[in-house]
C-alpha cells in the first residue's frame, strides 16, 4: 500500500475462503443487545453494527462504490450483500487490531492522518470524499489502512497471509441474521450459492 490504498474494500474472508474457524450462532438473550459478531471475545453488539447499517444506507452511492457492490435494496433497506461485506470488513479490523494490540502498536494521530490522505486521495478518482461515507464508517476505514500500514501488510499477499493465520487461530463467530459461512467463506445469510447467482 505504500503510497496507495485500494478504492474497492475487498471482502478479505470471503477471498482468501477460509471458513472452518468461524462458526455461526445466536448470542443469549439478555437485558443488552446481543452481539452482532464476537472475535477472540471482543463482542461488537448487534445496536452498535445496525447503526453502522444505517450510516451505510444513507450514503448508498459512495459505500456502493467502496464495497464493491449494491448499497439499497428495492424496499429502501441495505443488501444483503453489503451487509455482509461490511461485516466481513469489520471482523477484518478486529484480528488486525488484536494483532496490533499484541505487538505493542497502537495507532498513532499521524498514522490515521496518513491513513486517510491515502484514502481521500483514492476516493477523489471516483470524485467522492471521506465525508460522502459518514463518520463512523470513516473512522472505520481509516484504522483498517492504518493497521495494515503499522503492521506491515503492504501487499495483498502478506495482507491474505495474516488474514488466513489469524482466522485459523482465532474464535470467531457471527450472527445468523448477518451472514452464514460456506465453502467460499462469509456469505450473505442466504447463502453464498444465492448470492454468486445474483452477480451483484
Not at 13 to 22: D, M, R, S
Not at 23 to 34: E, K, L, Q, R, Y
Not at 85 to 91: A, E, V
Request: proline residues 4%.
Amino acid at each position: 500500500m505504500k503510497g496507495r490504498l485500494p478504492l474497492l474494500l475487498v471482502a478479505g474472508l470471503v477471498v482468501v475462503g477460509i471458513a472452518a474457524a468461524i462458526v455461526a450462532g445466536v448470542a443469549a438473550g439478555t437485558g443488552f443487545s446481543p452481539a452482532a459478531f464476537t472475535v477472540n471475545g471482543q463482542q461488537v453488539s448487534q445496536s452498535v453494527f445496525n447503526d453502522e447499517l444505517q450510516e451505510i444506507s444513507k450514503h448508498p452511492v459512495p459505500m456502493a462504490t467502496l464495497l464493491g457492490t449494491p448499497v439499497k435494496a428495492t424496499d429502501g433497506s441495505i443488501t444483503a450483500e453489503a451487509t455482509t461485506t461490511w461485516l466481513d470488513i469489520r471482523i477484518a479490523l478486529e484480528l488486525l487490531r488484536q494483532a496490533g494490540a499484541k505487538k505493542g502498536v497502537a495507532l498513532t494521530a499521524a498514522d490515521r492522518r496518513r491513513a486517510e490522505r491515502l484514502l481521500e486521495q483514492n476516493l477523489q478518482s471516483a470524485q467522492l470524499r471521506t465525508s460522502d461515507l459518514g463518520s463512523r464508517v470513516t473512522r472505520h476505514v481509516v484504522d483498517y489502512f492504518a493497521y495494515r500500514q503499522t503492521l506491515g501488510l503492504d501487499t495483498t499477499a502478506a495482507y491474505n497471509a495474516f488474514l488466513v493465520k489469524a482466522v485459523r487461530d482465532g474464535d470467531i463467530s457471527v450472527d445468523p441474521r448477518y451472514g452464514s459461512f460456506g465453502p467460499r467463506g462469509l456469505c450473505p445469510a442466504y447463502g453464498c450459492t444465492a448470492a454468486a447467482a445474483s452477480g451483484g
